[in-house]
């Protein structure tokens, strides 16, 4: 079984800057894609950013500029770094990946728990 662990979030004030990380841990044999998802209040879960295993990027309109994602595959890690942080961040932020696991050998897209990012002052 495969977990995602989020860690980074909370309240900072517009403007502000904000780290998230997400380790994955595990019977992991490959992770492809890892990225970030969020959800704001009232809204569908949205893709905020995502990176392949070979650092192929993919962002969000509103996140280009301002957010910066990063992986490195030796640890199963995934971080993304939000500066410039606005009022309408605020949403529980998802780390999600697609892992090969063992000993089935059996592609599973996994789900943190979310982490709550509030962007106010």
């Known amino acids: 079984q495969v977990q995602l662990v989020e860690s980074g979030g909370g309240l900072v004030q517009p403007g502000g800057s904000l780290r998230l990380s997400c380790a994955a841990s595990g019977s992991i044999l490959k992770i492809n894609a890892m990225g970030w998802y969020r959800r704001a209040p009232g809204k569908e879960r949205e893709l905020v950013a995502d990176?392949?295993?070979?650092?192929?990027?993919n962002y969000e309109d509103s996140a280009k500029g301002r957010f910066t994602i990063s992986r490195d595959n030796a640890k199963n890690t995934v971080s993304l770094q939000m500066n410039s942080l606005k009022p309408e961040d605020t949403a529980v932020y998802y780390c999600?990946?697609?892992?090969?696991?063992?000993?089935?050998?059996?592609?599973?897209?996994?789900w943190g728990q979310g982490t709550l990012v509030t962007v106010s002052s």
């Open positions: 999600n990946a697609r892992v090969l696991s063992g000993p089935a050998f059996r592609w599973t897209e996994v």
């Open positions: 990176v392949t295993r070979e650092d192929k990027i």
